[in-house]
């Protein structure tokens, strides 16, 4: 079997990625900050300056995921996402890199643009943000497309899913509604967003891996939706009968942001498919 490392494997994304992966040709070495218990699991912090040292104790592999990051939206500095994100990423390619293997990067959509409300592969890979968050993983893609090793980015859009990341107000209106509470819409909801089901996304990465996509590639869903249409839809699905609270509109200037996919990569299912998918998987792990 060929072997995989994956980082961040503990994560949201890692953990799905390796459901995806298992039963596949691939042999899962799961890179952790902190034990968790998983099989073959290595556990490394990226911000000890013994990094360098662990990734030479590594076995040898023939692709590398890297999904471990520090997310910044809470407004993270430069110099404090420096070292998880810039220079760890830097030692981990030039590991990689010197055993021939595969990369492949998980980077960020509004690269492009945080503001940006339609961005397209048109665009090209050059940045377009004042965030520093994004100004970091933008130094990790220029990192791995200098150091000459085969690579594949995956620049995402926002990823939703059950127990996903809460800074997608999304993710958070779907806990809420697995707990019995109806999510909160404010104002009209009439802004558009096509954010990319945690599943769809990790069957894109085993796309990347199995056929060795090359460059950089836009991953997002294949519809776009108003804020108003997933609200109503987590509450037809995950809450029959009941409709989102409406609020008054508290944030000033919010616009579209859509992400248009990479036809080369597999699309994804529709928001109300991948709502289905976590009911019926609720639904399997009661029974």
């Known amino acids: 079997m060929k072997k995989v490392l994956i980082t961040g494997a503990n994560g949201f994304t890692g953990r799905a990625l390796i459901e995806t992966l298992a039963g596949s040709e691939w042999e899962i070495i799961p890179m952790t900050q902190v034990k968790t218990g998983l099989k073959n699991e290595i556990t490394v912090d990226f911000t000890d300056e013994r990094f360098v040292g662990a990734l030479q104790n590594l076995p040898p592999v023939e692709a590398v995921v890297h999904l471990a990051t520090r997310v910044g939206w809470d407004g993270s500095s430069r110099a404090e996402l420096f070292q998880p994100n810039v220079l760890a990423t830097a030692q981990l390619v030039n590991w990689a890199r010197r055993r021939h293997s595969y990369f492949v990067f998980t980077s960020a959509a509004f690269i492009a643009g945080s503001h940006n409300p339609h961005i397209t592969p048109g665009l090209g890979p050059e940045l377009n943000t004042d965030n ?156």
């Open 132 to 287: 520093d968050y994004l100004y970091s993983k933008w130094l990790g893609e220029e990192i791995i497309r200098t150091s000459g090793i085969r690579h594949g980015i995956l620049r995402i859009s926002g990823i939703f899913g059950k127990d996903g990341p809460s800074h997608l107000g999304i993710n958070s209106a779907i806990k809420g509604a697995l707990q019995g509470k109806p999510p909160v819409r404010y104002g009209d909801g009439n802004i558009k967003r096509n954010y990319i089901y945690v599943k769809d996304l990790c069957a894109v990465v085993k796309y990347c891996l199995h056929h060795q996509i090359e460059g950089w590639n836009l991953a997002a869903g294949k519809e776009s939706n108003t804020m108003a249409e997933m609200l109503q839809t987590i509450c037809d699905i995950l809450l029959p009968g009941a409709k989102p609270e409406i609020r008054p509109d508290n944030i000033r200037g919010a616009h579209d942001q859509i992400v248009e996919p990479s036809p080369l990569l597999p699309q994804s299912r529709s928001f109300r498919d991948a709502i289905k998918d976590i009911r019926s998987n609720v639904e399997q792990a009661i029974t």
